[in-house]
């Protein structure tokens, strides 16, 4: 009887545990699934087809601005198999040029294409990141923005607005402008009405001059018909295709107030982090790519549209007196201080970029610089 009880008592015991083992099976199963379903729609939401806005401040058919544009936008889209389309919009044909940043901050675009000075109103420090007068040229720059902390300081002031900034290549040492009038002294600045942004329209504003910023539409418009004196634009190829050399008598150079701009891509934060990691990489890698293309491309036209601009004749090739270039570069100094004291976050961007300048100079001085020296040396 004993052992009777005691076979009924293990049969119940094994019925219990094998349908306890179910239940934790079903279970398990379920969370399983469960688990299954959301990672599913995460990875969902990470490979979809994206379909992106990108807006520049250039108007339509600029060189090697709208190339490079285009041709990052078929990048992306070839590189990604589809998964990442982008449609490019140049000034004007979405949103004016200069309303780009606020575009994309708010999230009516994802992506824009511009020069960070143009915000300057609105982040005083964005100035230091396209260029500074007197300051150094592409290489310095970018090598500050990669590797000397730039380019920390540079996402640090754009968070706040939903934005991430990326160096998207260089315009290289630009002219020194158009003038229909010749400037021989500091003079010559009292009164002048010259399209020039940032820091270098600060310096002018300083030396009695009178800074209008404008849009690259209105450049022409505004030189031709006495609206302003002088202009500064780009380099010989940009300047030329505007036909500034039609309607203004010298050419400045060297270009002090921009030796080297820096041009940005900004990218929506949200929109960012919906891409997956493998589709970021894309974007990044697309982002260097035409960045080489941009400053490259950039130097060789601007070669061969120097030498017509020579060889046309129709303009005459300045360099700015020693003594404008001193005052200027004083001025400039004086701005430059200013600014720092009336903005916090530009204190701080100024003292880092001017840090790394003290440490590159040097270099600078006995590579770059000693090597156009040696160049000038006159054989025997």
Request: glycine share 8%.
């Amino acid at each position: 009887m004993a052992s009777l009880v005691l076979c009924g008592i293990e049969k119940n015991m094994k019925e219990t545990s094998m349908y306890a083992f179910k239940i934790a099976l079903v279970f398990t199963l379920f969370l399983t699934s469960c688990s299954d379903k959301d990672q599913a729609t995460v990875m969902e939401e990470k490979t979809e087809a994206h379909l992106w806005k990108l807006v520049t401040a250039w108007p339509p058919n600029l060189p090697v601005n709208h190339e490079v544009t285009e041709e990052f936008a078929k990048d992306i889209e070839l590189m990604s198999n589809g998964k990442l389309k982008v449609k490019v919009f140049n000034a004007g044909e979405l949103i004016p040029g200069l309303q780009v940043f606020d575009a994309v901050s708010q999230g009516a675009v994802q992506m824009g294409f511009a020069a960070s000075y143009y915000w300057s109103g609105k982040i005083p420090a964005s100035q230091i990141f396209t260029v500074v007068p007197f300051g150094m040229t592409e290489k310095g720059s970018l090598a500050w923005i990669k590797f000397g902390g730039g380019l920390e300081l540079w996402r640090e002031l754009y968070e706040p607005f939903g934005v991430i900034p990326y160096p998207m290549g260089s315009t290289g040492v630009q002219m020194g402008g158009w003038f229909n009038k010749k400037i021989n002294s500091m003079e010559d600045i009292q009164g002048l009405k010259m399209r020039i942004p940032g820091l270098g329209g600060k310096v002018i504003a300083k030396a009695g001059g009178n800074p209008i910023l404008l849009s690259a539409a209105e450049v022409y418009t505004a030189l031709e018909r006495g609206t302003i004196d002088a202009t500064e634009w780009v380099g010989p190829l940009h300047d030329k295709r505007f036909g500034l050399d039609r309607i203004a008598k010298y050419y400045y150079y060297p270009g002090w107030h921009e030796p080297g701009p820096q041009m940005e891509m900004i990218i929506n934060q949200k929109a960012w982090d919906r891409l997956s990691e493998p589709l970021q990489k894309i974007v990044e890698a697309c982002i260097a790519k035409s960045g080489l293309t941009l400053s490259t491309k950039n130097e060789a036209e601007n070669a061969k549209a120097l030498q017509q601009i020579i060889d046309e004749g129709r303009v005459e090739l300045v360099r700015f007196p020693d003594n404008v270039l001193e005052n200027l570069k004083n001025l400039n100094t004086q701005v430059l201080e200013e600014e720092a004291a009336k903005d916090e976050g530009f204190r701080k961007v100024l003292e880092s970029y001017q840090k790394f300048q003290d440490l590159y100079a040097p270099y600078e001085a006995v590579t770059n610089k000693a090597y156009d020296e040696s160049r000038d040396i006159k054989s025997k």
